[in-house]
């Protein structure tokens, strides 16, 4: 299973960080833009592998995510809490309805190709929890093989310590993990640089 996790592009209410270089409207835009290129890749990828995929939405409906990115994806609202919170009952929905592996992605990655989606499958046949390390020490990729929910606790969301205090879950719970390619993701002003021409 791929989860891909997006937020409704409202001005103001996305990409909050870039709004003082951009403004609120320009910044939704942005938004808007990566999670139509991060979806389409996602398409690709689960078309190509026979792998379903599902958007976990936040910020909006159902019915207003549908008009902008296609009738053809699942629609699930992200639910409640924070970002580990939110993750956590995502894996174990998809764990509950009977996936073999399930790897999550968010939208903030310009570079995320389907290459990176096939790796992180190919990872799964052997290690435990596959990450995608950020260049802003976050991750863009999390995949694992069973509902290690522990993983989602105590991390210190939207810090340049998130990768390494997973990491060190995945210590403490003795799991095997395998790094993909470290990505930029855009998050912040100094980051618009890696957005595609």
């Given at each position: 299973?791929?989860?891909?996790?997006?937020?409704?592009?409202?001005?103001?209410?996305?990409?909050?960080?870039?709004?003082?270089?951009?403004?609120?409207?320009?910044?939704?835009?942005?938004?808007?833009?990566?999670?139509?290129?991060?979806?389409?890749?996602?398409?690709?990828?689960?078309?190509?592998?026979?792998?379903?995929a599902?958007?976990?939405?936040?910020?909006?409906?159902?019915?207003?995510?549908?008009?902008?990115?296609g009738?053809?994806?699942?629609?699930?609202?992200?639910?409640?809490?924070?970002?580990?919170?939110?993750?956590?009952?995502?894996?174990?929905?998809?764990?509950?309805?009977?996936?073999?592996?399930?790897?999550?992605?968010?939208?903030?990655?310009?570079?995320?190709?389907?290459?990176?989606?096939?790796?992180?499958?190919?990872?799964?046949?052997?290690?435990?929890?596959?990450?995608?390390?950020?260049?802003?020490?976050?991750?863009?990729?999390?995949?694992?093989?069973?509902a290690?929910?522990?993983?989602?606790?105590?991390?210190?969301?939207?810090?340049?310590?998130?990768?390494?205090?997973?990491?060190?879950?995945?210590?403490?719970?003795?799991?095997?993990?395998?790094?993909?390619?470290?990505?930029?993701?855009?998050?912040?002003?100094?980051?618009?640089?890696?957005?595609?021409?």
């Amino acid at each position: 299973m791929l989860i891909v996790f997006v937020r409704y592009p409202a001005p103001g209410k996305a990409k909050t960080r870039l709004i003082p270089a951009v403004g609120p409207v320009a910044a939704a835009d942005i938004q808007h833009r990566m999670s139509l290129c991060t979806l389409a890749v996602a398409s690709e990828f689960g078309r190509d592998h026979k792998v379903d995929a599902e958007v976990r939405f936040t910020g909006g409906t159902a019915e207003q995510m549908v008009p902008l990115y296609g009738r053809d994806l699942r629609y699930r609202d992200q639910g409640e809490g924070d970002l580990g919170q939110r993750l956590k009952l995502a894996v174990a929905d998809a764990f509950d309805a009977g996936a073999r592996t399930v790897v999550v992605i968010g939208t903030d990655c310009p570079k995320l190709s389907a290459g990176h989606l096939r790796d992180a499958h190919e990872a799964l046949l052997d290690a435990d929890v596959v990450l995608g390390p950020a260049l802003d020490g976050g991750y863009y990729l999390i995949g694992l093989r069973q509902a290690h929910l522990q993983l989602f606790d105590d991390i210190a969301w939207s810090t340049q310590r998130v990768l390494q205090q997973t990491l060190d879950a995945t210590s403490r719970l003795g799991l095997s993990v395998q790094l993909l390619e470290t990505l930029a993701d855009v998050d912040r002003p100094e980051d618009l640089q890696h957005l595609p021409e």
